[in-house]
Structure formats: C-alpha cells, structure tokens
C-alpha cells in the first residue's frame, strides 16, 4: 500500500496548533514565540512533512527567490557575508541566486532579465554600481521596494542600505597611529569610482586634519583592494625620500601584500613601518606578524541586509529612500603597529 505524504494539517494535529500557525511557522517564524515556533518544527520533523515550494509559490505569485549581486567573488571578504544572507533566507524559505558583476563578459541586462521574467522575487546588492538598465527594469517592474543594498551604495539610486560605519573605522586608525607618536602616516586608497574608497580617504584626511597632521600627496597612493596594489604601493612609498612612519591600507588583502613586499624589500614591519589595513579578513590573525586592521561584522551585515529584505517583500517594511543601517566596526590591535623608529 502506497504511504501517504502527511499533510499540515497532520503536523497541526502533532503540534497542537491550528494549520494557520503552522503556516505562519514556515513562513514567518519571526511572529511565533520560540516555545511555538519549536513545537511546530518537531512536529514537521517527527510527521516527515515536506513544502511543496514550487506549489506553493504559484499560489502566492513568488518565485521563491533571491538574487545577491556580488562585485568580484573571488574576494575573500565577501564569503562571510553571502553565508548569512542564505542561512536567513534559506530558513524562510528563499533561494539564493549569485551573480558576480565584474565577472568578464557579465552582461548589464541578465540582472534586469531576472527581474523582467519575474524569477527572483528581490536583490540584496554588493555592488554599489547598479546600471542603468538594472535600475530601470526595478522601476518598470515596482521592484524598487524589493532591493536592498549592503555594504556599498550608490546615491542615484535611494535605495536602503546595510553598511559598515566605515567613517568611525578610519577615524579609529587615525587615532590608533597618532596615540603610538606616529605624525607621518600614508594612505593605500581604493578605486577612485568606489563608494568605500572615498569615504574611507576623506574620513582619514579629516581626521589627520584634526590632529594637526601635514599629509604630502606622496603618501596617498590609490589602489584597487587588491593584492597587487598593495605590492606596487609598498614600492612606491618605500623608494621616497621623505618616508612615511605608519600606512593606514584601505583593505585587508592590501595591507597584507603591503607587508610582504615591504618584508621582501628588507623593511621591518612594524619595527621600520607600522601598517593598519581594513576589513579583518581571516587571513589578517595568521599572518606573522599578525594584521592590525578594522573589523566589519561581515556575517552581520549579511544578517541584516536579509532582514530587511525579508521585512520588505513581507510588506513590513515600507520605508523609502535611503535608509540606513550601520553594522559596527572595532580597532582590532596586533603585531603590525607600535611606536615609530
């Protein structure tokens, strides 16, 4: 004899709830207290009961998916962050489509299309650089609610964004340098065009400022967050004639190629040079010395973004604009700063 597949309302009977809230368990648990939320999820585990999404999503008209935009997935600092993002979204029921945007031959219109055919139902956005044929396939559509940003943003578009306080991190690494008796400090910048790039650059020139630093444009020297950059800045600084005692490096994987060329070039870190970067990626604590840099809570802004795109394709969250959400960043103190020579 054939095994019926248990229906919800088996799994109301095992929970001793009505099918209503077992409905609002699988899709949205956040309204159910923890006590009922978990009866109603031993109940779907001891009966075997089983979605059926794609019925599911024809009778609510979604496609049960999300598409992260990401702008170079062979970043390091981004795994974190799309971890979280599909625990939260995984555990409401969505998909998670990646699309990397600067991968070579990606196509400005494949982003609109999946907006255009209706096969995701919003975007979490890492990429601060949304084209204009993505915008306005968003409007066209009236997904525009259904988009978040996290972690860059751009300002034409005023969408609401998940961000770290990349201000304060700066501010931190000014304060940081200026405390160990360091007046020389440079400034490894990223990509001209990026959002991140240019607030952390202002943020250091201002706070220099504060602390009645004098800056030599020498010793800004823009790069592009990659490890490359960092190499090519090491050999540029360190071949001037007026040297800089401290390099505030505006990433992680900079500051890091940063160091070994500098290592490589018979420069002492920090003993010659004391070097901060930005970004805490795992790499920064096992490297020798270790990496002082800024911590961004990566698995948090990941949380976060899915939050409030959760909230916002539930019809919670009707904010407009550019709505701001700070994560929060700490001064993580190791082996490649101290005093300067």
């Known amino acids: 004899m054939k095994k019926t597949q248990p229906k919800i309302k088996d799994v109301a009977f095992v ?10 368990a699988l899709t949205q648990p956040d309204r159910l207290s923890a006590p009922t939320r978990q009866k109603v999820f031993d109940a779907i585990h001891s009966t075997g009961y089983r979605v ?12 049960g998916a999300v598409l992260v935009l990401v702008p170079n997935l062979g970043n390091p600092f981004f795994s974190a962050i799309l971890s ?9 029921g969505y998909s998670v489509l990646v699309f990397d945007s600067q991968q070579p031959g990606a196509s400005e219109h494949a982003v609109a299309d999946c907006f255009l055919n209706g096969s995701v139902d919003g975007m979490i956005t890492l990429d601060g650089h949304m084209s204009d044929a993505t915008g306005h396939a968003l409007r066209s559509t009236n997904m525009m609610q259904q988009v978040v940003f ?12 998940i961000r770290s306080n990349n201000g304060l991190g700066t501010r931190l690494v000014v304060d940081h340098l200026v ?8 400034h490894v910048a990223g990509p001209a065009e990026n959002i991140l790039a240019e607030v952390r650059k202002k943020a250091f020139a201002q706070r220099c400022a504060i602390h009645g630093l004098d800056i030599s444009p020498d010793w800004i020297v823009e790069g592009d967050f990659s490890l490359g950059a960092g190499a090519r800045a090491a050999e540029r600084i360190l071949a001037l004639s007026e040297r800089p005692t401290a390099v505030f ?16 070039l018979g420069v002492a870190v920090p ?8 970004d805490d990626i795992e790499l920064a604590a096992f490297m020798e010395p270790g990496l002082t840099t800024i911590r961004q809570d990566r698995s948090g802004l990941g949380r976060l973004a899915a939050q409030e795109l959760l909230a916002r394709l539930r019809g919670e969250q009707k904010t407009e604009g550019a709505h701001v959400i700070f994560a929060p960043v700490a001064l993580i103190e190791r ?4 005093a300067p020579p």
Do not use: K, Y
């Not at 929970?15 to 609002?24: C, F, K, L, P, Q």
């Not at 979280?84 to 409401?92: K, M």
């Not at 490096?249 to 490589?264: W, Y």
């Open 150 to 161: 996290c972690c860059e943003w751009s300002d034409q578009w005023q969408l609401p964004s």
């Open 15 to 24: 929970a001793g709830v009505s099918t209503a809230t077992v409905s609002r």
């Open 52 to 63: 059926n999404q794609a019925a599911r999503n024809l009778r609510t008209r979604r496609a």
């Open 84 to 92: 979280s993002i599909n625990d939260v979204l995984a555990a409401n």
């Open 179 to 186: 405390a160990l008796g360091h007046r020389r400090i440079a």
């Open 335 to 338: 082996g490649t700063t101290a």
């Open 249 to 264: 490096c505006a990433s992680d994987a900079m500051a890091l190629s940063f160091i070994t060329r500098c290592q490589q």
């Open 271 to 278: 003993q010659d040079i004391s070097v901060v970067g930005f």
